[in-house]
């Protein structure tokens, strides 16, 4: 079995060199909710000196509230917010003479596509459209996982440590008191527990 360790990168936080070591994919910031140029093509540079796989993670376009907060926009804008940004990361990314892997939304624009068809439709086409070799990180059993399918591209269903589940299988929103589960060894049980029982215990 193997398990792909991945982790939000390029947010402007400060340990990005420390923890790279030990993960196997990254996504990276593109410039909506967090980072910039500079920070993207140092982020990537470190994600080749340690053999990580970079990913694009678009967001709303929304640095006030580091992408979180939900926004509505039609077909045509998503579909542009979502190829600009993995358009951006994908011309660093090639100047330093490397391969994007994937796609990871960020933020809001995850959760509400975890559950919206269309919104997922329109995601799924932006990366097909760029690149159809590009995998899309989505929750499992998520209409962004289903969609992604449906329209030819290959999925990494994800599961998170510190983030706990509703019983209808979706993260628990931040606004509730127990979103996050901030103690090393329960993270970790949680992560054993999905792994090895294909499970996870709800709130």
Do not use: W
Not at 19 to 29: C, H, V
Not at 177 to 201: C, F, G, H, W, Y
């Amino acid at each position: 079995m193997y398990i792909d360790l991945n982790c939000d990168m390029g947010e402007g936080m400060a340990n990005d060199a420390a923890i790279m070591p030990f993960i196997s994919s990254a996504n990276i910031a593109c410039g909506f909710h967090a980072g910039d140029e500079e920070t993207m093509k140092t982020t990537i540079s470190l994600a080749l000196a340690h053999h990580v796989a970079i990913g694009a993670h678009p967001s709303f376009n929304d640095r006030e509230n580091f992408g979180r907060k939900a926004m509505e926009t039609d077909d045509q804008e998503l579909y542009h917010l979502v190829a600009m940004q993995i358009e951006i990361l994908l011309r660093h990314v090639q100047s330093a003479g490397a391969k994007l892997h994937h796609v990871k939304p960020h933020g809001a624009l995850y959760n509400m596509a975890a559950t919206d068809r269309q919104m997922s439709a329109v995601i799924a086409k932006a990366v097909y459209d760029i690149d159809p070799a590009l995998l899309i990180y989505a929750p499992p059993d998520s209409a962004l996982l289903n969609e992604a399918s449906k329209k030819g591209l290959k999925t990494a269903s994800e599961v998170f440590a510190d983030r706990t589940y509703t019983d209808a299988g979706m993260l628990t929103p931040r606004s509730h008191p127990d979103a996050l589960i901030n103690d090393e060894s329960l993270a970790a049980k949680q992560v054993l527990q999905m792994i090895t029982e294909q499970r996870v215990t709800t709130t």
